[in-house]
């Protein structure tokens, strides 16, 4: 079992940033995939980055290409979303998961934590 705590949300403006942590007790993540998904009020959850155990592979969806950047300290027991050039339709909750394949389908990721409220404004 592992429990994964998100941190790093609140309000911003458009054009803002802003750097998510999630954060690992019970167990180490270097064993695991690293995924990062969100989901807007009334609406489905959507992918948005993962990463592999050693940071050496990224992935992406389309919508925040070029702006969100995933990264990882395993010696930390941590993995980042930096987020840049945020746009009110970035607005959601984001969560942090583990998986032990590489994908950007959430239902392979069986561990998740509790989310972290991100909202822009315009």
């Known amino acids: 079992q592992v429990q994964l705590v998100e941190s790093g949300g609140g309000l911003v403006q458009a054009g803002g940033s802003l750097r998510l942590s999630c954060a690992a007790s019970g167990r180490t993540l270097s064993s695991y995939v690293m995924g990062w998904f969100r989901q807007a009020a009334g609406k489905e959850r959507e992918s948005v980055a993962a990463?592999?155990?050693?940071?050496?592979?990224?992935l992406y969806v389309d919508s925040v290409k070029g702006r969100f950047t995933v990264s990882r300290d395993n010696a930390k027991n941590t993995v980042y979303l930096q987020m840049n050039s945020l746009k009110p339709e970035d607005t959601a909750v984001y969560y942090c998961?583990?998986?032990?394949?590489?994908?950007?389908?959430?239902?392979?990721?069986?561990?998740w934590g509790q989310g972290t409220q991100v909202t822009v404004s315009s």
């Open positions: 990463i592999t155990q050693g940071g050496g592979i990224t």
């Open positions: 998961a583990a998986s032990s394949v590489i994908s950007l389908r959430d239902n392979v990721y069986y561990y």
